[in-house]
């Protein structure tokens, strides 16, 4: 009897494989809604926390559909709002595990929103969630891997789980990191907006609120604790009472950072939120909410549990869609000041990480090299460099004898490094000028060599550049102009650009990348010291070289710096000038 009973759940436990092995069981969960009154605001468009309700809802069913037992929220993060959905429009929300993890894994969420009358289907929501499975004891769930990837999207999106949780686990650390830089900036002006009036600043004081929820039966999930969407909804709830406090008028949520579950609460809990603006930027202001639980017994002894964080983004628009500025803060405490850089530590943080992870390959950037044109081509060369150079909106992330600054503007991301030199302007320039020299103090240069010279301001130059993360080598093709002034007080210039040329195609071995616009600006201070100033118009190919910089768990462009300096402060190589 034993033995049959045995072949028995062998029989059945090969089935569950080969079900597994198939990919039944991880597909793509979806949930379709229709927008009704009780869904929406006073102004008739669907409520954010009842659409991230729905959203941790139909995220947990694809994730207990991976794992095969149930599953609880570590985070869900990446959230942004791109449209405005109203009563009487249908939502449809898609949920997949992109990849699971030893023990967490990683849900994509989709909502698209559709006119009923016109049949006209948009994204409105993109987010991440991470679950893990709801541990039995001491022990943790773990979690076979995803093998379903039928399509070209799912590759892409399985790749791209890893680097987003490569990005969340150094987090800390690099908000760590920014912070030190960030406050080390704070009495040189560290966000402070361009058009600043001291005169209208509004106090973060003012915006704070606290509301209370008690958890009841309703509000638990199907595993008794307290529902997660339940939470983000009166989070969002709490945030933007706070926002509406600035503004003077209903707020519109665009983005959250991140979600972050810290602990679990249950029914008969007392839910406290905490939420208050932080910063406020050009066009959107930062409201962070903490939550605090409290059961009976703590509730008399004052002893709560911080169970989530989450900070929020919001905007104000006019009729036509267009983001209004926003009004400016300030601190009056010392909390209010930490929470004040914290708020642009983490804007530097969701900057960087949107380029990291969705930077798209920019198409051709080279121009064709023709000596014929190099006239032309030195021209444009110099003149973008020029261009780039005199941007007013630069924001600095470090001061010291290496400044590190950096510019947004739509897609387009870059950035500049501020060295000051003990050597004349001319020595840098004979140096700087001859990308040969390069590879003695900067570590990702493996080699380069002169292809084409025009003349002594154009030069063609092919340089390698290190692997990393184990691809293969990078290569690229540079035209390098450099002017000297023409009067005094004029800088000395030497721009960098891709071009293409017949004699030096793409090889196998070789990854070939593109730079749009670069250089070194240098101005004399003195007869024995310089500034010089190095720019980068960041592409896909110079991005994996600066990103960790970006992000703020490496220095590896301050370190460049320091070598350039000690490069350039040492006599033992000269060039002829």
Known sequence: MERVV??????????????LRCGHGTAEVQMCQSILPCHANHQGELGAGQLLKWMDTIACLAAERHAGTPCVTA?????????????????????????????????????????????????MCVAFSTFVGKPVGERKVLLRPVDFLNSAEERLEHSLASE????RLYNQEAFDNLMVDYCALKDKGAGKRKDSNPAQRISTECTQIESIELVLPPHANHHGNTFGGQIMAWMENAATVAASRLYGMYPTLKAVDMFQFRGPSSVGDRLVFKAMVN???????????????????????GRPRHINSAFLLYQRSRTEGQPLTCPEVIFTT???????????????????????LYSRDEGPLSVPWDKSNQVYLGYNNIAALTVLAEKETWEASSVSSKAVFVLEELDSLCIKVEMEVNTSAIHAFSLLSDLRLRTHWDKHYLSCEEVDKADEEETVYHIKCSPLNGNKIRDFVFL??????????????????????????????????????????????????????????????????????????????????????????????STAF
């Open 6 to 19: 045995d072949q028995d759940v062998v029989a059945i436990t090969g089935s569950l494989e080969r079900i």
């Open 75 to 123: 985070s869900m993060d990446d959230i942004q709002f791109e449209e405005t959905v109203r009563v009487g429009q249908v939502i449809n929300i898609k949920a997949r595990v992109n990849r699971a993890f030893n023990t967490s894994m990683e849900v994509g969420i989709c909502v698209s929103v559709q006119d009923v009358l016109s049949g006209v289907s948009k994204r």
């Open 164 to 167: 987003r949780r490569r990005l």
């Open 279 to 301: 910063n406020s930027f050009q066009t959107s202001v930062e409201v962070g909410v903490r939550v605090e639980a409290y059961n009976c017994e703590e509730w008399t002894l």
């Open 334 to 356: 010392q909390d209010g000041e930490r929470r004040y850089l914290a708020a642009i530590v983490r804007k530097r943080i969701r900057m960087a990480r949107k380029h990291i």
């Open 480 to 573: 390098l102009s450099k002017r000297q002034p023409c009067k005094d007080g004029d800088p000395y210039v030497i721009a960098l650009c891709s071009v293409t040329t017949e004699n030096l195609p793409p090889v196998d071995n070789c990854t070939r990348s593109e730079a749009k616009c670069a250089g070194f600006i240098i101005h004399r201070i003195s007869h024995s010291t310089c500034k010089v100033s190095y720019y980068n118009q960041v592409t896909s190919g110079v991005l994996p070289f600066v990103e960790g910089s970006l992000a703020g768990w490496s220095k590896s462009m301050e370190e460049t710096a320091t070598s350039c300096i000690t490069f350039l402060e040492q006599d033992t190589i």
